[in-house]
């Protein structure tokens, strides 16, 4: 399947990317190991969930999560991706080269201590799952995803960081909205062109891409909040209070297009879902490791309960996102706040953090080993 691929990283010519020379290494690397992962992949019963079990695997999937920091052995994208394929019936082979070269990309080295390749296989497994038990709730009617839609998805979760630099929206003291996610979209829109996929596709992936931005927190008119306003009024009752969305021109077919704001939903969820969604050892590790990269000493409780009011509004908005973590955000601001209101006690440095001892959550540090 690999081998069949359209495009190499010599045959487009792409501009102010270091990571464009390591576009092949990035294929044989994933190859090596691609039996094995596949094998992996299917074991996992969690990774497929339907909509009956969503929510009760929070346990399996923190452990399994833990097995890619200790032992290393996280599957690559393309083995996720090509097992999503075989999965959700995407047999279109422009549809399927797409989505390997976006896996391929987001193969490409990353090394940052949150936005690297470790955070970009969580958000695809997450985004899976999300796929997954909404398309079981919405079996046989309008709402459940085609095939093209999961494929715009999976290139999404691959890419929606893609040469991301560590640094946010700001530099030096000025603002520049959608900054890293127009430059993951940027570079690999020539790789996705070339491997087959349609300006169609590349528009609808783009807004998911520029929803995924939180920046500036708070502020109704930034991008993911403009997306939380297109979902509730298409799929949450605003429609009878407004009649018309004032999104921004780039974002403005979530207004037209229903399914498009429902697929921008999902994208973000499943980007906050491993920090804010399973267990409150994941979410301080992830704390940890996110404080770590915007050269932050420190990683505490207030962290915690800041993310979840500002970025997550205390709630996912998808049926799925609620179903498979809604009761787990619950508990994880309860305990964050307790311990913020106890001492707001700075957490340890992440590889000394319970989810990589391998401790169940439990506030101010009381965890409980996992045999």
């Not at 997954?132 to 309008?142: E, G, K, L, P, W």
């Amino acid at each position: 399947m690999l081998r069949s691929l359209k495009i190499t990283a010599k045959e487009v010519e792409v501009f102010d990317w270091e990571g464009a020379s390591l576009v092949p290494s990035a294929v044989n690397t994933a190859g090596k190991a691609l039996e094995s992962d596949l094998k992996s992949i299917k074991n996992q019963r969690f990774i497929f969930p339907d909509g009956q079990g969503a929510g009760n695997d929070s346990e399996e999937v923190t452990a399994y999560l833990r097995t890619w920091h200790v032992a290393g052995d996280a599957p690559s994208l393309v083995a996720l991706v090509l097992a999503s394929c075989e999965k959700f019936g995407i047999e279109t082979p422009d549809l399927v080269q797409a989505i390997l070269m976006a896996a391929i990309l987001g193969e490409v080295e990353n090394d940052l201590p949150y936005h690297n390749n470790l955070h970009f296989k969580k958000v695809v497994l997450q985004l899976i799952r999300l796929i997954s038990v909404h398309n079981d709730i919405y079996a046989q009617t309008n709402r459940a995803l085609d095939a093209e839609q999961i494929a715009v998805l999976l290139m999404g979760g691959c890419i929606h960081d893609l040469g991301h630099d560590g640094l946010g929206n700001t530099v030096k003291g000025v603002f520049y909205s959608g900054r890293l996610e127009r430059r993951s979209f940027d570079l690999a829109k020539p790789y996705l062109e070339a491997a087959g996929a349609d300006q169609e596709i590349l528009q609808k992936l783009k807004v998911i891409l520029l929803t995924t931005d939180v920046a500036p927190f708070g502020d109704v008119t930034n991008p993911m909040n403009q997306m939380k306003a297109a979902y509730r009024f298409h799929f949450m009752g605003e429609s009878e209070q407004y009649q018309t969305l004032n999104l921004s021109n780039e974002l403005e077919g979530m207004e037209e297009c229903p399914k498009l704001a429902m697929m921008a939903c999902l994208m973000h969820e499943a980007d906050i879902a491993t920090s804010a969604g399973l267990d409150y050892t994941v979410t301080q590790f992830e704390t940890c490791k996110l404080m770590e990269e915007i050269g932050s000493s420190e990683a505490k409780p207030i962290h915690i309960t800041d993310f979840l009011d500002k970025v997550c509004q205390r709630r996912f908005l998808s049926d799925a996102g609620q179903k498979l973590f809604g009761a787990n955000l619950a508990r994880i601001y309860a305990l964050a706040e307790s311990d913020e209101q106890n001492g707001n006690e700075p957490f340890p440095k992440p590889d000394h953090t319970d989810f990589v001892l391998g401790k169940r959550e439990a506030s101010s540090g009381e965890g409980k080993t996992i045999n």
